[in-house]
């Protein structure tokens, strides 16, 4: 194939890809597990049409073809809480795919590189926007685990101390849900009660929880408060005692995170700060000894 030939079929495919998602993107966010666009996040509100279009056309083939890369994703949507099947996921990824080839192939246009060079720019664009959806998910998940993880210990005290006050189990978590704003792990409680309301068993309940939040230390506090109340032991003692811990958990992560701080700088730092460093300490000592003519010696 010619220069010419690829560069039109290139701009062909890029103006039908542009077409195609301006009418998808118009068309309608509804997804396709159910969900409301409200509950969606910005990228699936944005893109939603184009989005839900490929998952539609391959989202399913593609999740019974890779079942453990699918389970995976499952458990980050789980954890993210959002109203997605891993179709959806797909569905995105094949989207900014050949997004990220139709920008790759427009930029690559405008600087004066070989055909082969245009090839690895479109590759690479695409790829970075294939794998993009996944990180987008992995960044909410975490945003909401870290949410849940910092108010979590609070929570757990303030329910033992109303229990030890007199309240069972039960009111000293409407006790809770009165208090303070309502964050991610209130909403969740508040579920808890409906679902406890509505005549199910509160361990089955609080297991139910469980499998929203998706977060090790919540499981272990469920553990032990559904094997104290099979035992009968001491539901108030059982919670000071996870609340320690996860509080034990806590400064462990974030002392880990900070000592990997310094290993995150050296890259902005190299990027960065030296070369600044490098051009401030030799340009001087640079000029000196071009004034000093030592270079044109050596040149000779």
Do not use: H
């Not at 579920?191 to 309940?205: H, I, P, S, Y």
């Amino acid at each position: 194939m010619s220069m010419n030939s690829m560069m039109i079929s290139v701009l062909v495919f890029f103006t039908v890809l542009c077409a195609v998602w301006v009418f998808f993107k118009n068309s309608g966010t509804a997804s396709s597990g159910g969900g409301t666009s409200a509950k969606l996040p910005f990228l699936f509100r944005m893109f939603g049409g184009g989005i839900f279009f490929f998952a539609a056309e391959a989202g399913s083939l593609l999740e019974g073809a890779f079942p453990a890369y699918s389970m995976k994703i499952k458990e980050t949507l789980a954890k993210a809480d959002l109203p997605l099947e891993v179709k959806d996921m797909y569905g995105a990824k094949l989207f900014f795919l050949f997004l990220g080839m139709a920008l790759g192939a427009f930029l690559s246009f405008g600087i004066p590189v070989s055909a082969a060079m245009r090839l690895v720019c479109i590759a690479l664009f695409g790829a970075i926007g294939f794998l993009f959806p996944g990180m987008y998910l992995q960044k909410l998940a975490e945003k909401r685990t870290d949410e849940i993880l910092s108010n979590l210990p609070f929570a757990i005290d303030l329910i033992s101390s109303s229990m030890n006050a007199g309240l069972d189990f039960g009111a000293a978590v409407r006790y809770l849900l009165s208090t303070g704003e309502q964050d991610v792990l209130r909403k969740e409680f508040r579920l808890f009660l409906q679902e406890v309301e509505l005549g199910k068993n509160r361990t089955d309940a609080l297991k139910d929880m469980q499998k929203r939040i998706c977060v090790t230390e919540f499981t272990r506090f469920v553990s032990a408060i559904a094997y104290g109340m099979d035992s009968g032991s001491s539901i108030i003692d059982i919670m000071r005692i996870q609340a320690e811990e996860m509080r034990r958990v806590r400064y462990t992560r974030a002392e880990q995170e900070a000592a990997k701080a310094p290993t995150k700088m050296i890259v902005p730092m190299a990027i960065f700060i030296f070369p600044s460093m490098f051009i401030m300490i030799f340009t001087p000592i640079f000029l000196r000894v071009k004034e000093s003519g030592i270079l044109s010696l050596i040149g000779k």
